[in-house]
């Protein structure tokens, strides 16, 4: 089973493993975890830590390869209308220090 749903969105200038560690666990308390995971291949998805905690997990990771974003086309999508119709379209303001 597998859903289209957007179940998290984490803004930041810098996201680390621990970052993914953190919302993966609060999706995977809510929701169960997933038999596989499909993500890019930045490093906050591939750090050891993550790809460890997936294993103990019994989660498989499946990677989109480098330069294919067609593997994810859904994603990519939702990519591009969160863009146009979200943030090009407001103005968002960061502390000093963010």
């Not at 179940?7 to 970052?19: E, F, Q």
């Not at 993500?39 to 330069?67: D, H, M, Q, Y």
Request: charged residues 25%; proline residues 4%; negative net charge.
């Amino acid at each position: 089973m597998y859903t289209r749903e957007c179940l998290a969105i984490v803004v930041a200038r810098r996201l680390t493993s621990d970052d993914v560690l953190q919302v993966l666990t609060h999706l995977f308390v809510e929701r169960g975890p997933p038999g596989h995971l499909r993500s890019e291949n930045g490093p906050e998805f591939v750090a050891k830590v993550v790809r460890g905690w997936l294993c103990r997990l019994a989660v498989t990771s499946l990677f989109i390869e480098l330069g294919s974003p067609w593997e994810n086309g859904y994603s990519e999508s939702f990519n591009g209308k969160l863009r146009d119709e979200l943030l090009d379209r407001q103005i968002f303001l960061f502390a000093a220090g963010s």
